[in-house]
């Protein structure tokens, strides 16, 4: 084999950096003058030259492949499945905890108490199958803005669009939709609840189905309570949110039994079918299941949905103290 | 990044990366299957994407990652079963649609680069077909700018050795 000179080498990374046009000009010209008087290097560069020249032919000619066409046909079809089930979510520490918001394409998919632990692990999205749970990039800020404004009282109204997917069943959903119909400030019973959506003795399955409300506050199955005005539960846990929560609406509450209890006597109540709101001690609902009343905390929340005061208990005239 | 930015991504550069790989691995099904699963990958990531990052070269460096575990399993698979396996790049008898591969995109030179070593192949196609900064390779292939530099470099060596002598070189070029 043929030795190299000493400069040759030297010189040889310059040369092929100087040949497809990467040297600075210090370089270009230590090889301009090494290949003047060299003539296996002159070869050499010449040679990179070539290389550099058919790639240049590569680049350009590099327009339809056959076949991309029909990748990019299969990869959308897929891209289209993928974004059905992506779901973003994010952790945030709210006055109620942590909790995680997840939304889809069509909206909120989740709100989740994470019970103390901001793990998202723990949460529901990990054990749901056909979702794909991706971090959030800032799509649930503004929700979560929402969901503050909320719990501080700013507004009474989540905007939120809904995405029930993870509602389990038929009927599960239609107890998310009946109690997403329960006002702003006012308490209905899980009995009640049964008896609108026409299966009287389904208390127990309504009070599951709230149970695994996919999005708290936003359907308000905090209003929802116990016959006999207990909270009874909220979101498989104790009732401290709930008690937060109503409190916030403007519904007083008061201690009763190890838990809280509607004060119903300082409410204006609502006769189902009725659209006049009454005074608790008006006769004219004497003979009716407190269990299947609706309760209003304050007479402005009763004639924000466009009820009218009694005609003959007169809560006008007379109002209760209210809270707030 | 917003899902409206990911479709002119995707509008931009999948048929370059589609190409990228097909010039990787010789073969279009796996240019299929890995060019797809590049922006299944993109789109699962892009919404944390920093709007000033250079996206052309994040796609870049996902189907580079894709294209070397993709070669990873496959050595994987062999050892694993003992398999005597024959070169699989396509020929162009293989072709089902009459083109042949040296027609649409083979020159002398990319038949000598299909035959570099996995990096320098990647590193050298990077640079010298799709233009790409070495800062922007070395991430790809998780080495310096430095060293993605020396793996392009020295697969230009063994291109101008195995293509030295032929009538490629020297006529047009020589002085």
């Known amino acids: ?324 | 990044m917003s899902d409206r930015t990911f479709e002119a991504l995707m509008s931009e550069h999948h048929a370059e990366i589609y190409r990228y790989i097909l010039r990787v691995t010789g073969r279009r099904h796996d240019a299929d299957d890995l060019s797809q699963e590049t922006f299944l990958r993109a789109f699962r990531a892009h919404r944390t994407l920093p709007p000033d990052a250079n996206s052309r070269a994040w796609l870049f460096a996902i189907a580079t990652n894709l294209t070397r575990n993709h070669f990873r399993s496959q050595k994987r698979r062999r050892v694993a079963y003992q398999a005597v396996v024959t070169e699989t790049r396509e020929t162009d008898e293989e072709r089902p649609d009459g083109v042949t591969l040296s027609q649409e995109i083979g020159t002398a030179v990319e038949h000598v680069v299909a035959k570099l070593p996995l990096k320098q192949r990647l590193a050298f196609l990077q640079r010298k077909v799709h233009g790409l900064e070495y800062d922007a390779i070395g991430q790809s292939l998780q080495c310096s700018a430095e060293t993605a530099r020396a793996h392009v470099f020295q697969a230009l060596r063994k291109v101008r050795r195995v293509l030295e002598g032929r009538e490629l070189i020297g006529k047009e070029f020589a002085s």
């Not at chain 1, 959506?197 to 389904?202: H, I, K, N, V, W």
């Not at chain 1, 401290?240 to 039994?257: D, F, I, M, N, S």
Request: glycine share 8%.
């Open chain 1, 1 to 324: 084999m043929k030795r190299r000179a000493a400069g040759c080498i030297e010189i040889e990374t310059d040369l092929v950096a100087a040949a497809i046009g990467e040297a600075d000009a210090g370089a270009e010209n230590r090889v301009a003058a090494h290949v003047a008087k060299c003539e296996s290097c002159r070869v050499e560069h010449s040679g990179y030259r070539a290389i550099d020249h058919q790639l240049g032919v590569i680049r350009e000619k590099a327009v339809d492949v056959p076949g991309v066409a029909r990748s990019r046909e299969r990869l959308e079809a897929r891209l289209d499945d993928l974004r059905s089930r992506i779901v973003a979510y994010r952790v945030f520490d709210s006055p109620l905890g942590p909790v995680l918001l997840a939304r889809s394409e069509q909206g909120v998919v989740l709100l989740e108490y994470l019970h103390g632990r901001r793990d998202p692990g723990a949460s529901r999205l990990a054990r749901v199958h056909g979702i794909e749970a991706v971090e959030d990039a800032g799509e649930t800020e503004g929700l979560y803005r929402e969901f503050r404004a909320y719990l501080d009282g700013r507004t009474q109204h989540l905007s939120w669009p809904l995405d029930l997917r993870l509602a389990a069943s038929p009927f599960q959903r239609k107890v998310l939709e009946t109690t997403a119909r329960i006002p702003y400030g006012a308490v209905v019973s899980y009995k009640r609840l049964a008896s609108d959506l026409g299966q009287p003795r389904a208390v127990r399955a309504v009070a599951q189905a709230l149970r695994w409300n996919p999005v708290p506050v936003a359907i308000p199955c905090h209003r929802v309570v116990g016959a006999s005005g207990l909270l009874t539960g909220y979101a498989g846990g104790e009732t401290g949110r709930k008690r937060q929560l109503l409190t916030t609406e403007g519904v007083p509450l008061v201690p009763a039994h190890d838990d809280f209890a509607v004060a119903r006597g300082a409410m204006y109540l609502l006769a189902p079918g009725d659209s006049e709101y009454c005074l608790p001690s008006c006769a004219s609902t004497e003979t009716l299941q407190s269990g299947l009343l609706t309760y209003f905390g304050s007479r402005n929340r009763a004639e924000a949905v466009g009820l009218t005061p009694c005609t003959s208990c007169r809560p006008d005239l007379h109002p209760l103290h209210e809270v707030n």
